[in-house]
């Protein structure tokens, strides 16, 4: 489960972070530095103007309420459509699956349900640029 990209601001954070302290520094001066320079720059300026798409975040939500009833968990009586609750409920799927796990092979249908799952999310969550890096 995707879970990485749930904090927006934490993700630019970490992208600028790492570009800034490691990247950069190992970059001689010239055109890619300056380069990288301007990157970081507008990292810094788009993080306090990027905002969930709420349809999208809707719909995470939604497959997220379905893959945990499909796994036993009692219905979210708090289901809202908010990065706050996604990550609480993912959170929650994840300790059922680890428990699952550590138990033996879990059930065919938790593994059907999970691949199920995660097949929709990595074309919802993840690049069409990290996909095509991906396996399969």
């Avoid at 379905?66 to 993912?90: I, N, Q, S």
Wanted: glycine letters at 8%.
């Amino acid at each position: 489960m995707t879970v990485y990209s749930t904090d927006l601001t934490m993700l630019l954070s970490t992208i600028t972070d790492t570009l800034g302290l490691r990247v950069a520094p190992a970059l001689p001066d010239g055109p890619a530095r300056l380069e990288l320079a301007g990157v970081l720059e507008q990292l810094d300026n788009l993080a306090d103007r990027l905002a969930w798409d709420q349809t999208r975040l809707g719909q995470a939500c939604e497959r997220t309420e379905e893959l945990a009833g499909r796994l036993g968990l009692a219905p979210d009586p708090a289901l809202a459509a908010d990065v706050y609750t996604l990550r609480r409920r993912r959170r929650e799927v994840s300790e059922l699956l680890r428990t699952a796990y550590r138990e033996g092979v879990p059930d065919e249908s938790v593994v059907a349900s999970v691949l199920e799952f995660s097949e929709q999310d990595v074309q919802e969550q993840i690049s069409n640029g990290l996909r095509a890096g991906l396996p399969g």
